[in-house]
């Protein structure tokens, strides 16, 4: 499988224009069955990752997913994570701050959830909302009750940027590994798959009315998601935009690079010591000497 790894990270710095980035690219997969085989492999590798990875317990990952909506979120997590053990991962999506949340920093609500060590964690959306969603409606800061002065001042976007970056920091000195992806959606491609949404009975309950109204402001979240990716991709938390008008090479892509980001860790079960050997062994004769009952 080959893709431009380079092409897809956002370089600390850079300034991103989503307009340069493609949405479609050349599938790395040949025909619907070399997909399938391709993806089933990915998972298998992650699943046997992932379980070294549990078991080493010295870094935790985070992935995180955010997009606008339609773009296959949902879909990418269920495909590419299916085979890993539920044990070792956990799956958080965020919806509307609860009064408790808004009674809070802005980042509150997900350092709660942020994984162990050992763990996958995943965050369907994220903290990043505070700089999307509400860059885009400025008039959620009202509901938020932040300071009047901490607004008027206009650098309230900087500021946040600044937490994330900083806060993503400082899980990466704690062992934990960022990994962002923004998948890439054209807006004729959201467009057709709102239509099969509706449609489709079995999927009218993905599509809303407020699903169309948040289309008006696609030009807004464009803006917001270069804003936001040119100012919070890092070394160590690195962003990548994943074409997504194509499902399937979306799904391969991600797993991937997950994929990648493992094997750098250089994950391996724990050594047995010599003591321990020793006493396994004593453990192995006597299992052996039992008798059927």
Not at 98 to 121: C, K, M, Q, T
Not at 241 to 248: C, G, I
Request: with cysteine; glycine share 4%; net charge positive.
């Amino acid at each position: 499988m080959r893709f431009d790894h380079d092409a897809l990270v956002v370089r600390k710095g850079e300034g991103v224009n989503l307009a340069e980035r493609p949405t479609l690219i050349d599938p790395v997969y040949r025909s619907k069955k070399e997909y399938k085989e391709m993806l089933a492999d990915h998972v298998e590798q992650l699943s046997r990752l992932q379980n070294v990875h549990y078991a080493d317990n010295r870094y935790a990952v985070l992935l995180i997913f955010q997009a606008m909506d339609a773009a296959g979120k949902d879909g990418i997590i269920r495909h590419v994570m299916s085979g890993v053990n539920p044990q070792g991962c956990q799956v958080f999506s965020f919806k509307h701050p609860s009064a408790e949340e808004l009674d809070h920093d802005f980042l509150w609500r997900s350092n709660r959830l942020v994984p162990e060590r050992g763990r996958i964690g995943i965050f369907n959306r994220s903290y990043y909302e505070e700089v999307l969603i509400v860059r885009v409606h400025p008039e959620i800061l009202v509901v938020q009750g932040i300071p009047d002065e901490l607004i008027s001042g206009g650098k309230v976007w900087e500021h946040r940027y600044r937490s994330i970056v900083d806060m993503e920091h400082h899980l990466y000195r704690n062992g934990t590994r960022i990994v962002k992806f923004f998948l890439h959606l054209s807006k004729e491609e959201q467009r057709k798959r709102f239509l099969a949404r509706i449609d489709a009975p079995e999927k009218n309950w993905k599509f809303s009315i407020a699903d169309l109204e948040e289309r008006k402001y696609w030009k807004e979240y464009m803006q917001a998601y270069e804003a936001c990716l040119s100012a919070t991709s890092t070394r160590y938390a690195p962003w990548y935009v994943v074409p997504a008008d194509d499902k399937a090479n979306a799904r391969l892509i991600v797993s991937r690079l997950i994929l990648n980001h493992l094997t750098e860790l250089g994950l391996q079960y724990p050594e047995t010591s010599e003591q321990r050997r020793k006493e396994l062994s004593v453990i192995r004769k006597r299992l052996s000497k039992e008798q059927p009952e």
